[in-house]
C-alpha cells in the first residue's frame, strides 16, 4: 500500500452546539486524486480548514505528512498548495503581484515554475488589480499560484466553482500533470461529473461523517448496475427475485437494477427469454451518491 | 415617481439603520460641541471689550483667519463663539456624509451587494437615490439641531439659524459631490480620496481667499460660511447658492451613473504591474504594501497639521490672554507659558487623532480574516506569530512615526524648539501604544471584536474631554491612558508613567499573541 499523506481520524470539531465534524476519518494516499465529496455544509472546507491547522479540533487525529497540522503548520506548508473555494484577493496588487507573493510566500521561486504558461492556459490577465477580478477570475489567480511550482500535496477547495467549462478542461489537464510529476491532491466538490473524472478514491461526507470511502470501482461493485433490454417474451420469475430491483416492463422492453450477485441469474433468465438487445451501466457516481445518503438518512 | 427610483425610500431607512450608530454619536458630539461653544463664549469674556478684542486679534493674525475664516462682524456675540465652527467643524460634518454616502454607493458596489439588490425590485438608481436621501436627511436633522443648540447656549435665534442654514447648505453639497465622486472611480477608497480631496481644495480656496484674494471665498461654501453672516445681517439668498451648487453636483452624479455600468468607474482602473517585486515575499512585506499609501496620506495630514498649528501658536496665545481663556488652556495642557500649554493641547489631542490609523490597521486584520485573505496567507509557510507580529509592527511603528512627524511639523511651524517638540510628540507614543494594544487584544479574542477599539478610543476622548467639566473623580478619568503621558512641553518628562503604559501595553500584545496563536482563523 502506498505511503498514506493525509490521514485523519475520529476527527471532532464543534462550533457551539454545532457539531461540523462528527468523527470524520479520511485517509488521502501519496499520487493519488482523492475526491472529497458532500454538499455543501456537510463539512468539506471545515475539514480542509482543520487540515491547514487553521482551526483547533476538538478530539480525534489528524496529520499531513506524519506531521501534525496544529503544531507543525509552516513546516506542512511548505510542501502544499491551498485553493480556497471563495477567493478573496488584496484589492490593490494585481494578479500577477499575488501569484508572485504566494509563491514566494511559500518559499518558492516564481521565475522557475510554470506561471507565464499557466497564465496563458488560464487566459488570465496578470496586470489587473485584485478588485476588478470577476469569481473565475480570482479563482484563477489562486489556481496558476497553486500549479505554477512543485509541490507535493494540492489542496482544492471546490476548485472550479467560478470556472466555464473551458476552464475547467485547463483545470482538468493541470491537475493531471501535476499528478503525473508525483504531486498527491485533496478535491473537495460537489460536482460529481469533476471528481468522476479526475478522482481515483473517494470519500462521501455527510453531516461531518464520512459515509463512503473507496476506489470508484470499489463503490461501484457494493452498487446496482442499470439493466435495460429488449426480449422476445417477458422472462418469467424476475419480479421479486432476491437482488432485484426497480423492474418495469413495457411489452417487450425492460428495465430493472441488480445487485452484483444477483447478475449472473438475470442474465440467464435474460437469455432464456430470448434477449435482442441488451445494455448494462455501472452506477454513476451521482447515483452512489444519493444511495450513500439514502442508507444513512 | 420613475420606475428607475422604485425602493429608494426602503433603500433610505435601511441606509439609515445601518448608519444608526456612527451617525448618532458623530451628530452628538458635533452639537454638544456646537452648544459647549455656545454656552461658554459668553462666560469666557466678560466685557463687550474683550470680545471686540478678540474678535480683532482673530482678524489681525492670518493664520487664524486661514484656519478658521474671518469674524465679519467683531461685536457679534454669535459669531465669535462659533469661530471655530463656522467652516473648520462644517469639514466634520461634510466628512461624515462622504462616509455615509460613499459606504451605501461605492463601497456596495464593490462588494457586490449592489448587484445582489440589483437583481430585485429595486429601480436602476434607487441606491445612489436612497444614500442621497438619506444623507440630505442627515444633513437636515444636524442643521436642525445644531440651530437649537445654538438657542439654547444663548444665542440669538435669527443667527442660529442662520448658522444651522449654512451648515445644511455645507452638508448638501457634501452629499451631492460624494454622490458624484462615486461615480468616478471602481474603488471606494478612491472615490473617499477624490471627495476628500475636493474637500481639501475648497477649504483651501477658502483660506487663501480669507486671507488675500478674497473672490476665491466667493467660489465655495466653506466661504459662504462666513459670508452669509448669520449673526448680524444675514444675506438669505446666499442660501441659493448651496442649493444650485448642491443642484449641479446632483445632476451630474445623475449623468455620471448613466453613462457607466455597475461596478465600473469612469476612469478605467489602471494596470498594474504582470509581476511581484522580490521583495514582495513575506507577510511584513504584504502588511506594508496595503497600509503604505494610508500611511503616507497620515504622514502628509499630520505635517501640514503640525507645520500649521506650530504657525498659530503664538497668535492663538494673544487671543485667548484672559483669565478665562487661560485656565481652560491650562486645564488641557497644564500650567505653564500659555503658548506651551496650547502646543502640549494640541499634541496631546494628535495623539488621539493619530491612534486611528493603529486602530485602523488592526480592524484591517479582522476584514482579510473575515473575507478569507489570511486564510490564504496562513496556508503558505507563514506562521501565526509573523502574520500576527507583520500587523502589529505597522500599527506601532506607523503610529510612532505619525507622532515623530507632529513634533517635528509644528516645531517647524514654531519656528523654535524643534527637539523639545519631537521629544513631547515621542512622549505620547506609550498612551497611543496602549490603545492600540487593546484593539490588537480585543482582535486576538474574536476577529469581529477589533472594532471595540474604536468604542474604546471614543470612550478615552470623551474621559479627557468631559472628565473636568463634569467632575468625574480622579479614578474614571485615570482610566484614558492619555491621562498619563505628560504635557509636554508644559511639564518634565516622567520616565514612571511613560514605563508602565509600554509595560500594560506589552502585555497586552504579549496576551493577544498568545490568545491569536490558539485560536481558531476565520
Known amino acids: 500500500m502506498a505511503e498514506t499523506v493525509i490521514d485523519v481520524q475520529e476527527l471532532v470539531k464543534t462550533f457551539g452546539p454545532h457539531r461540523a465534524l462528527d468523527e ?210 417477458v422472462p418469467e420469475g424476475l419480479d421479486g427475485a432476491p437482488g432485484v430491483h426497480d423492474l418495469s416492463v413495457d411489452g417487450t422492453a425492460l428495465a430493472l437494477t441488480v445487485e452484483p450477485d ?14 435482442t438487445a441488451l445494455t448494462s451501466a455501472p452506477p454513476t457516481l451521482e447515483e452512489l451518491f444519493l444511495d450513500a445518503y439514502r442508507v444513512h438518512a | 415617481m420613475n420606475e428607475r427610483y422604485a425602493g429608494t425610500l426602503l433603500v433610505a431607512r435601511q441606509a439609515l439603520r445601518r448608519d444608526r450608530l456612527l451617525v448618532s454619536v458623530w451628530v452628538t458630539l458635533l452639537v454638544l460641541v456646537v452648544y459647549a461653544s455656545a454656552a461658554a463664549t459668553g462666560s469666557l469674556y466678560d466685557t463687550t471689550g474683550d470680545r471686540v478684542d478678540a474678535a480683532r486679534a482673530i482678524n489681525d493674525n492670518p493664520a487664524v483667519v486661514a484656519l478658521y475664516g474671518p469674524i465679519l462682524d467683531v461685536h457679534s456675540l454669535g459669531e465669535l463663539a462659533m469661530t471655530k465652527l463656522t467652516v473648520l467643524y462644517a469639514v466634520l460634518l461634510a466628512l461624515m456624509l462622504v462616509v455615509v454616502v460613499r459606504r451605501h454607493t461605492r463601497t456596495e458596489e464593490e462588494s457586490g451587494h449592489a448587484e445582489l439588490l440589483g437583481g430585485t425590485a429595486l429601480g436602476r438608481d434607487a441606491l445612489l437615490a436612497g444614500a442621497v436621501l438619506e444623507g440630505v436627511a442627515v444633513a437636515v436633522a444636524v442643521a436642525v439641531l445644531v440651530a437649537l443648540a445654538d438657542v439654547a447656549g444663548g444665542l440669538p435665534v435669527a443667527g442660529s439659524v442662520g448658522f444651522g442654514a449654512t451648515w445644511l447648505g455645507t452638508g448638501l453639497v457634501a452629499v451631492m459631490l460624494t454622490a458624484a465622486a462615486c461615480q468616478l472611480a471602481a474603488s471606494s477608497r478612491t472615490c473617499f480620496g477624490i471627495a476628500g480631496a475636493a474637500l481639501a481644495v475648497l477649504y483651501l480656496m477658502r483660506a487663501v481667499g480669507d486671507v488675500g484674494a478674497e473672490w476665491l471665498s466667493w467660489l465655495t461654501p466653506f466661504g459662504w460660511n462666513t459670508r452669509l453672516s448669520a449673526w448680524s445681517e444675514p444675506r438669505w439668498w446666499m442660501l441659493l447658492l448651496y442649493g444650485a451648487l448642491a443642484g449641479l453636483l446632483a445632476v451630474a452624479a445623475q449623468a455620471l451613473r448613466a453613462r457607466r455600468d455597475l461596478g465600473a468607474g469612469l476612469f478605467a482602473a489602471r494596470p498594474g504591474p504582470a509581476h511581484g517585486s522580490p521583495r514582495l515575499a513575506d507577510v511584513l512585506a504584504l502588511t506594508w504594501r496595503v497600509h503604505r499609501p494610508a500611511l503616507l496620506g497620515w504622514t502628509v495630514a499630520v505635517a501640514a497639521m503640525g507645520l500649521v498649528l506650530g504657525a498659530i501658536a503664538p497668535g492663538v496665545g494673544d487671543l485667548l490672554d484672559t483669565a478665562a481663556g487661560r485656565e481652560l488652556i491650562e486645564s488641557i495642557g497644564g500650567v505653564g507659558a500659555l503658548e506651551d500649554a496650547l502646543l502640549a493641547a494640541v499634541l496631546s489631542i494628535s495623539a488621539v487623532v493619530i491612534t486611528c490609523f493603529g486602530i ?163
Open chain 1, 262 to 275: 444477483a447478475l449472473p441469474g438475470v442474465l440467464k433468465a435474460l437469455t432464456e427469454a430470448g434477449v
Open chain 1, 24 to 233: 470524520l476519518d479520511l485517509e488521502v494516499r501519496a499520487g493519488e486524486v482523492h475526491g472529497f465529496l458532500g454538499p455543501n455544509g456537510a463539512g468539506k472546507s471545515t475539514t480542509i480548514r482543520a487540515l491547514l491547522g487553521l482551526l483547533r479540533v476538538d478530539s480525534g487525529t489528524a496529520t499531513v505528512f506524519g506531521q501534525d497540522p496544529w503544531r507543525d503548520a509552516v513546516a506542512i506548508h511548505r510542501r502544499l498548495a491551498y485553493v480556497p473555494g471563495d477567493v478573496a484577493l488584496w484589492p490593490n496588487l494585481s494578479g500577477g503581484e499575488t501569484v508572485d507573493m504566494l509563491l514566494r510566500m511559500r518559499g518558492a521561486d516564481p521565475g522557475a515554475g510554470h506561471r507565464e504558461e499557466l497564465l496563458e492556459r488560464f487566459d488570465l490577465d496578470p496586470t489587473k488589480k485584485g478588485r476588478a477580478y470577476s469569481k473565475g477570475n480570482r479563482q484563477k489567480v489562486a489556481l496558476v499560484a497553486a500549479f505554477a511550482a512543485d509541490v507535493d500535496l494540492l489542496v482544492l477547495d471546490e476548485p472550479t466553482s467560478g470556472l466555464d467549462p473551458l476552464m475547467e478542461q485547463v483545470f482538468a489537464d493541470c491537475v493531471a500533470e501535476r499528478v503525473a510529476a508525483g504531486t498527491t491532491v485533496l478535491l473537495s466538490s460537489h460536482i460529481l461529473s469533476e471528481v468522476e473524472r479526475l478522482a481515483d478514491r473517494v470519500t462521501i461526507i455527510r453531516e461531518g461523517r464520512a459515509v463512503e470511502s473507496g476506489t470508484l470501482d470499489d463503490l461501484r461493485h457494493l452498487r446496482r448496475s442499470r439493466i435495460t433490454a429488449t426480449v422476445a417474451r
Open chain 2, 360 to 522: 485602523a490597521v488592526v480592524v484591517r486584520g479582522s476584514a482579510d480574516e473575515h473575507d478569507g485573505r489570511t486564510e490564504q496567507v496562513l496556508a503558505t509557510a507563514t506562521s501565526r506569530t509573523r502574520g500576527l507580529v507583520a500587523a502589529l509592527l505597522v500599527a506601532l511603528v506607523g503610529v510612532a512615526w505619525l507622532l515623530l512627524v507632529t513634533g517635528f511639523a509644528t516645531g517647524l511651524g514654531l519656528g523654535r524648539d524643534v527637539g523639545g517638540l519631537v521629544e513631547a510628540g515621542m512622549a505620547q507614543v506609550p498612551a497611543v501604544w496602549l490603545v492600540v494594544g487593546l484593539a490588537a487584544l480585543l482582535y486576538a479574542v474574536r476577529s469581529g471584536w477589533s472594532v471595540v477599539g474604536w468604542g474604546l478610543l471614543g470612550l478615552f476622548l470623551v474621559l479627557g474631554q468631559l472628565g473636568g467639566l463634569l467632575d468625574l473623580p480622579g479614578w474614571v478619568t485615570g482610566l484614558s491612558p492619555y491621562a498619563h503621558t505628560p504635557a509636554m512641553p508644559v511639564e518634565p518628562f516622567r520616565a514612571g508613567p511613560a514605563l508602565a503604559l509600554t509595560a500594560i501595553a506589552a502585555g497586552c500584545l504579549v496576551a493577544a499573541w498568545w490568545r491569536y496563536r490558539g485560536r481558531d482563523i476565520g
